[in-house]
């Protein structure tokens, strides 16, 4: 067996044209695009780069971006009312402050200044309680992209054995409460559980986002299985050179599994499109307007 790989470029290029094709009815019921904003604090070089790309995809999709750059050694007051402001900006629908942040900033105290209908991160403790009980609200957006990937691969979820590796606040628990509202059976994992390959090789589906590089093996997946790589990790090869790799060992894994999102090229695309998607809902929902079917 060979697995099927997961394109998540091209589903994400799929949802990016839904979203752009959906702007046009909003601009001309309220007079305007959707309005997201990006604060991106100090000179983190990998923080440059994923607020580039995000700004460059809302473009994309007609929507206006504003972008606001902060010095490095910003006071926590400075930030705190910049996001003040923006709540109460009209023409701002979504905000996202790009992680991480500096030391002497609170990112728990920042993330829960932003008003929970603008937050497009999905990370205010109101849309965390929203989702896990079951009332509409933004949703992070790497696990959205997850089960949009994983409804395609899989279609109905209902039953299945599904086994998410981590407990994030970002990823981990968003990502079981998704499962679950898909009648997924779902157990969380993570770095200290015991015999972690036990629990690998029950599960027809399976959501690595622990952190660990290749951390979970093809032996241990149960054949025909299908896996959500969540992983990004830098690793250093003998001859010094760098490369990504995901949470799964892809090499072992693509030899049992039957569907899998390589590294790179299979969740990270989805996670910037999953950001789009939620700066439009975050729009309709404001304005009072439905969703759009499909989306």
Known sequence: MTATLIDGKAHAAALVERVRAAVPAFAAARGRAPGLAVVLVGDNPASHVYVKNKLARTATAGMRSIEHRLPADVPET????????LNAD???????????????????????AIDPDKDVDGFHPVNAGRLATGLPGLVPCTPTGCLMLLKDACGDLSGAEALVVGRSNIVGKPMAALLTAASATVTIAHSRTRDLAG??????????????????????????????????????????????????NF??????ARAITPVPGGVGPMTIACLLRNTLTAALLRAGLPAVVGL
């Open 78 to 85: 400075d930030l705190l009312a910049l996001v003040v402001a």
């Open 199 to 248: 629990h690998v090789a029950r599960a027809d589906i399976v959501v690595a986002a622990v952190g660990v590089p290749e951390l979970v093996r093809g032996s241990w997946l149960k054949p025909g299985a299908v896996v959500i790589d969540v992983g990004m990790n830098r690793i250093t090869r003998d001859d010094g050179t760098t490369k990504l790799v995901g949470d799964v």
């Open 251 to 256: 090499n072992e894994a693509v030899a049992v």
């Open 90 to 112: 009209d023409a701002v629908d979504g905000i996202l402050v790009q992680l991480p942040l500096p030391g002497q900033i609170d990112e728990a105290k920042v993330l829960v």
